[in-house]
């Protein structure tokens, strides 16, 4: 298979050093050198987290670990309080309600960021919810919410915990999960880790651990506690996807070399110059300013143009796959995912792709 020039928000490119760790040979995942892979991955990982907090380490996509996260933190009937502002905002919000959480949605409009006013009264008329959900960077609207500003009001107006959705965040965006007091965050390897799908990585904090004690749940294979005991031990209830940790480490080691600010320096560059590019060659942006994601940028196409035509285009003349709108987007954008390992010159040539093709169109 023809490697594609792959510029879809998750999953990324995988660099070299990955692909090669991916390839090594299993060993027994009860064993000693499993063992000193996962606590490695683990310590490595809190330190990205930017958290003194436990990691646990799911065998699953991203939405497993956020059904996880939910299964733990609440009993059936309890209050959550979730800003849903895109596609996985929804998702979240569904996954609660499909284990009979007590639901209030704050909405915000697709586009654009959850407002902290808006948080903080929506905090004063609900002062009994026992969970605030925020999605840290709405991969399906391009927009990143001021996580730093909202976790500060949830913090001043209320007890509740503090779930956050940073799939598509961690290792791209800024984010300081014990400064900012989050109790839950929700990763996947997938997304700016450069490696296959298969792992969901969560921290914990000791606030949420005694939520998790009390939560009277049905779960099994999302149980926190057993994920916990086992990774004590130096392993997980289940057979893990012991390759994925192997491609994890190798990524960890490119994350630590770049470093913490000059990986958010990059991020936030490539956003500033797709957007400047998209804006250039007459395309719209989805998201409003001042909250454009800089790991995703959703954009707006010219009259008579569609999203599918544009896609199907990129990747017949060059190979270049490009991601379309999602649900009730779907003939609205086309996204560019900029997160992860890629180099400028992979954006500007894919800029560039863009920019002949929509032409092409308009044209016809
Ligand atoms: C990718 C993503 C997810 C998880 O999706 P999976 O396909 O289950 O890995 C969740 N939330 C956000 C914001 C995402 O970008």
Redesign the pocket.
């Known amino acids: 298979m023809a490697a594609q020039n792959l510029r879809i928000?998750?999953p990324t490119p995988m660099p070299e050093s990955v692909r090669a760790a991916l390839a090594n040979q299993m060993v027994n995942h009860r064993g000693a050198e499993f063992k000193l892979l996962l606590g490695e991955v683990r310590a490595r990982l809190a330190n990205i987290f930017d958290t003194q907090n436990e990691i646990l380490c799911f065998t699953?996509?991203?939405?497993?670990?956020?059904e996880a996260a939910i299964v733990n933190l609440f009993s059936p009937g309890d209050r959550a309080l979730m800003v849903v502002g895109?596609?996985?905002?929804e998702?979240?919000a569904a996954i609660a309600q499909a284990f009979g959480v007590n639901v209030t949605r704050l909405e915000h409009s697709w586009g654009s960021a959850c407002s902290p006013i808006a948080l903080r009264d929506a905090l004063r008329a609900n002062p009994d919810v026992k969970v605030v959900y925020l999605?840290?960077?709405?991969?399906?609207t391009g927009v990143t919410n001021p996580l730093g500003r909202l976790s500060q009001i949830v913090h001043e107006e209320s007890k509740a915990l503090l779930l956050v959705?940073?799939?598509?965040?961690v290792g791209a965006l800024p984010l300081e999960t014990d400064a900012w007091g989050i109790d839950v965050v929700?990763s996947?390897s997938?997304?700016a880790f450069g490696c296959p799908?298969g792992l969901?990585m969560l921290s914990v904090s000791p606030r949420a651990w005694e939520a998790v004690a009390q939560s009277r749940m049905p779960r099994y294979y999302w149980d926190f506690q057993r994920l916990r005991e086992a990774h004590n031990e130096g392993s997980t209830p289940y057979t893990p996807a012991v390759s994925v940790f192997y491609g994890l480490s190798a990524a960890l080691d490119l994350m630590e070399h770049e470093g913490a600010s000059a990986r958010f320096t990059r991020h936030q560059r490539a956003g500033d110059m797709v957007r400047n590019a998209v804006l250039d060659m007459g395309l719209g942006l989805f998201a409003d300013p001042p909250h454009n994601s800089n790991v995703?940028t959703a954009i707006t196409l010219p009259e008579g143009v569609a999203p599918k035509d544009v896609r199907d285009e990129m990747r017949a003349r060059y190979n270049t796959v490009i991601a379309g709108g999602q649900e009730r987007l779907k003939d609205t954008v086309v996204r560019i995912g900029h997160l992860g390992f890629f180099s400028e010159e992979d954006l500007t040539q894919t800029l560039e792709q863009l920019d002949t093709v929509t032409k092409a169109l308009a044209r016809r």
């Open positions: 928000p998750g699953a996509s991203g939405t497993g670990g956020l895109g596609v996985f905002g998702r979240a999605t840290h960077n709405e991969t399906s959705d940073s799939v598509s965040g929700v996947a997938q997304k799908p969901s995703v």
